[in-house]
Nanobody, 116 residues
Framework: VQLVESGGGLVQAGGSLRLSCAAS????????RGWYRQGPGKQRELVAT???????NYADSVKGRFTISRDNAKNMVYLQMNSLKPEDTAVYYC???????????WGQGTQVTVSS
């Protein structure tokens, strides 16, 4: 399984970005897809997840600003990020996993930098 993120970049505070993650290879359709991030000097943390049926979960810090979505037909997952803050600066990683199986893959990450 390969995951490739895109859409990162430099944006001013208050701006928006949309991250995309393309999955390829031997993909399980009934997986969970997620976005995680790791800021400078911080541990990697959950941003949002979405199940194959569309159930979502968000970190408190991004609720109301970020929206995760997926297109199962295209094997894509997206993260719409609005009202960005400098503290959102991080490398954002895409993940696909199934908790009860040894199925857990990460992308290489995409940098998001929010200037004040």
């Amino acid at each position: 399984v390969q995951l490739v993120e895109s859409g990162g970049g430099l944006v001013q505070a208050g701006g928006s970005l949309r991250l995309s993650c393309a999955a390829s290879g031997s993909i399980f359709s009934d997986d969970v897809r997620g976005w995680y991030r790791q800021g400078p000097g911080k541990q990697r943390e959950l941003v949002a997840t979405i199940t194959s049926r569309g159930s979502t979960n968000y970190a408190d810090s991004v609720k109301g600003r970020f929206t995760i979505s997926r297109d199962n037909a295209k094997n894509m997952v997206y993260l719409q990020m609005n009202s960005l803050k400098p503290e959102d600066t991080a490398v954002y990683y895409c993940r696909t996993f199934i908790a009860i199986l040894s199925y857990d893959y990460w992308g290489q990450g995409t940098q998001v930098t929010v200037s004040s």
